[in-house]
């Protein structure tokens, strides 16, 4: 069976933050590729592409009939003001059907890319003038860089705190480059935690999960504004178990999720 969709992008580089996580950036065959930070893509290759042969054995049985190009839908971690390449922070689930096949991708090899931006998951229904908690685990940072390179940080009204979880520090990708954004913009930090500490005997920084975080002190100070649902939202990115938790949590505090008539200060997108 022949698919509705074709390859349109090529693979300009691929990162290999650890085993399991990568950077990947592709060039599209059409420049000119809008979207807002914090929007997402699909990404696609057809079912006879290669994966990578440590994975396992893929759980979905093959749709009969389905379209042959598997698609599924990434956040761009690609700043918003240049289009010259796309950047996706990608991990694998070495049963899935889709990403055993991208991290078999190499430098110029084909793939298809959705022909727009989705999703409402970015800064617009943020005042402009309120604090901003990114918190996200794994690759739930993705849209947060996309956020902070495309002039996020030029607005020096509002304060901005990453807080960032993974299990091990070599997991936080992104780590030297938010790094050096909070070392010279004084209205943002970077807080990374980690949650397998017993392995990595040089981490000195935050562990544990990010859940507890969201009603400890320590993280207003670390953040440098409090965490009231007044004057600051919070937008959680990941892992569904860890954003159920924390908007447990943060409802406790006070936080709402948007309603019909409601504004909400409490804003989330579910990678499962
Ligand atoms: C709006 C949105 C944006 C997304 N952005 C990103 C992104 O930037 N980077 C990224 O890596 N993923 C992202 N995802 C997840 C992505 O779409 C795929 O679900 C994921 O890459 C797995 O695809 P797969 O085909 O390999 O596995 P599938 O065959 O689709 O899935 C197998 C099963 O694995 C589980 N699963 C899915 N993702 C994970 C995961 N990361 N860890 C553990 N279990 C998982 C699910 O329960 C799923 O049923 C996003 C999802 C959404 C909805």
């Known amino acids: 069976m022949k698919s509705k969709f074709s390859y ?7 990162i290999e933050v650890t ?3 990568r950077i990947i950036r592709v060039r599209l065959d059409q420049p000119g590729f809008r979207f807002k930070a914090g ?17 396992q054995p893929e759980d979905n049985d093959v749709e009969p009939g389905g379209d042959p190009m598997i698609r599924r839908a990434y956040s761009i971690a690609s700043g918003s003001i240049q289009d010259e390449y796309l950047e996706f922070y990608i991990s694998v689930v070495s049963s ?3 990403t055993p096949r991208l991290f078999a991708l190499a430098e110029g090899d084909r793939l298809y890319v959705g022909g727009k931006a989705k999703g409402l998951f970015t800064l617009d229904r ?3 003038q309120s604090n901003v908690l990114l918190v996200g685990t794994g690759t739930g940072l993705a849209p947060y860089v996309s956020m902070l ?6 607005n020096r009204e509002r304060r901005i705190a990453v807080l960032h979880g993974a299990s091990f520090s070599w997991d936080l990708g992104y780590r030297r480059e938010l790094e050096s954004l909070a070392l010279y913009n004084d209205h943002f930090n970077y807080i990374p935690t980690i949650s397998r500490p017993q392995v990595d005997h040089d981490w000195q920084g935050l562990t544990g999960r990010i859940p507890p975080y969201l009603e400890d002190p320590t993280l207003e100070e670390l953040c440098g504004f409090e ?8 937008l959680l990115c990941g892992n569904p178990a860890m954003i159920e938790d924390a908007t447990g949590r943060l409802e406790r505090r ?3 999720q948007k309603r019909p008539r409601e504004p909400g200060n409490l804003h989330m997108e579910k990678y499962w």
Do not use: F, K, W
């Not at 349109?8 to 691929?14: G, Q």
């Not at 390179?149 to 030029?154: D, F, G, N």
């Open 96 to 98: 899935g059907a889709l």
């Open 227 to 234: 965490l009231e649902p007044g004057p600051s939202h919070v």
């Open 39 to 55: 929007q997402y893509t699909m990404l696609g290759l057809l079912r006879d592409a290669p994966r990578v042969p440590e994975a």
């Open 19 to 21: 085993g399991e996580i």
């Open 8 to 14: 349109n992008a090529t693979v300009i580089s691929c």
């Open 254 to 256: 006070g936080y709402r």
């Open 126 to 128: 943020v005042p402009q």
């Open 149 to 154: 390179r495309s002039e996020v940080l030029a």
